[in-house]
């Protein structure tokens, strides 16, 4: 017997566009602007609670996701990895056709969701993995493991890098603890306890 989806029931009430406050109006018209269509759903119905801070989180987010110096392959698929650590429902939802139109094999994305290493996948992502891996398990990365990663991406691309991971860590924690659900009768892409 196929065992039945959970579906994710969010901690926020919905909020009503009549009742926001200049603050959350302008709030919702730049996140909207910086990324080209209304912004629902996801963080951003967290962020806009708080709009002071929501407003620095899309910023850093907006910059992370369209002007980094990073391929957008590499960037999505580091994405991924985080969402796929986090078990990010809304995140894994929302970036894995992203990654893939991006160039990330849908083999890897397979392979990732799974929770398996993406054996197949391009050195480089091959590379990034295992660095967002070794971080996530010791919360460290080696020389060894580093110096692979910066040949890739250079010392700039290296930082960028980091604040990609951290971005996305702070966009799954927000997801998880607010229980963000997702669009009409989506499944989720990973089991909830």
């Known amino acids: 017997m ?5 579906v994710l029931k969010s901690r926020l009430a919905p909020l009503d566009d009549a009742q926001l406050t200049p603050a959350q109006q302008a709030l919702r018209a730049a996140m909207s602007a ?22 620095l989180a899309q910023k850093l987010g907006a910059h992370c996701r369209f002007n980094s110096g990073l391929p957008p392959r590499l960037s999505e698929f580091a994405i991924l990895v985080v969402a796929r650590q986090w078990k990010a429902q809304y995140e894994w939802f929302a970036h894995a056709p992203i990654a893939e139109k991006a160039g990330v094999k849908p083999q890897t994305i397979k392979d990732l969701r799974a929770g398996r290493a993406p054996k197949s996948a391009p050195r480089d992502e091959r ?23 910066q040949a890739i991406l250079g010392e700039a691309g290296m930082v960028e890098f980091s604040g990609i991971l951290g971005y996305y860590a702070l966009v ?12 009409g009768k989506e499944p989720l892409p990973f089991p909830e306890p």
């Open 34 to 55: 910086s990324r080209g269509k209304t912004t629902r759903g996801g963080p951003f119905e967290v962020y806009i609670r708080a709009p002071e801070y929501g407003d």
């Open 2 to 6: 196929a065992r039945k989806s959970k």
């Open 172 to 183: 799954a924690i927000t997801l998880n603890v607010f229980q963000i659900p997702l669009p």
């Open 127 to 149: 590379a990034i993995y295992d660095f967002i891996t070794e971080l996530y398990k010791t919360k460290r990365v080696s020389q060894k493991t580093f110096n692979r990663v």
